[in-house]
């Protein structure tokens, strides 16, 4: 249970500078990073525009939780403040998938239950693992090519670098 997937974002203020935050949180566990993208708000639209990378990480000494954790420690070290559901935010670590763990627990559930509907997701793990395949949903190429195309074309890959 060490290897897992994680999907990064941020809309407020130094929103490289936040992704990259969230990647110094999981050195040297970091296995490989997407590019970066810009995506239009999900859930709540009324606000800036995300930037959005997914990685996979793997360290044999944390499990589904400390994935969690971690994410949660670069979201608070970012000043993330958590007043409106699917709000804007500095920075967003969502736990993805983890070894396909699928506990059922309120506080992580996994596979992440907005994965299948979310191109900001989608679109960057296609890029990092075309053969992936989201636990309980099938290949993610799959489940992008049932987005609509206009969804899909809203995740632009920026030239910005996060390594």
Not at 20 to 26: G, M, N, S, T, Y
Request: hydrophobic content about 45%; aromatic content about 4%.
């Amino acid at each position: 249970m060490s290897r897992a997937v994680l999907s990064l974002g941020s809309n407020l203020g130094d929103r490289l500078g936040y992704l990259r935050l969230a990647l110094d949180a999981v050195r040297p566990a970091l296995v490989a990073v997407s590019s970066v993208y810009e995506t239009k708000a999900w859930g709540v639209e009324d606000q800036p525009d995300f930037l959005n990378a997914v990685c996979v990480v793997d360290d044999p000494a944390r499990d589904h939780w400390a994935w969690l954790r971690t994410g949660q420690a670069a979201e608070q070290a970012a000043g993330r403040v958590r007043e409106l559901r699917w709000g804007p935010r500095t920075l967003d670590v969502d736990v993805v998938t983890v070894d396909g763990v699928t506990p059922d627990d309120p506080e992580l559930l996994l596979p992440h239950p907005g994965t299948p509907d979310r191109a900001s997701v989608l679109v960057p793990w296609a890029e990092l693992d075309p053969a992936a395949v989201l636990p309980g949903h099938g290949p993610i190429a799959t489940l992008l090519a049932a987005r609509p195309a206009a969804e899909v074309a809203t995740a632009r890959r920026t030239a910005l670098e996060l390594s």
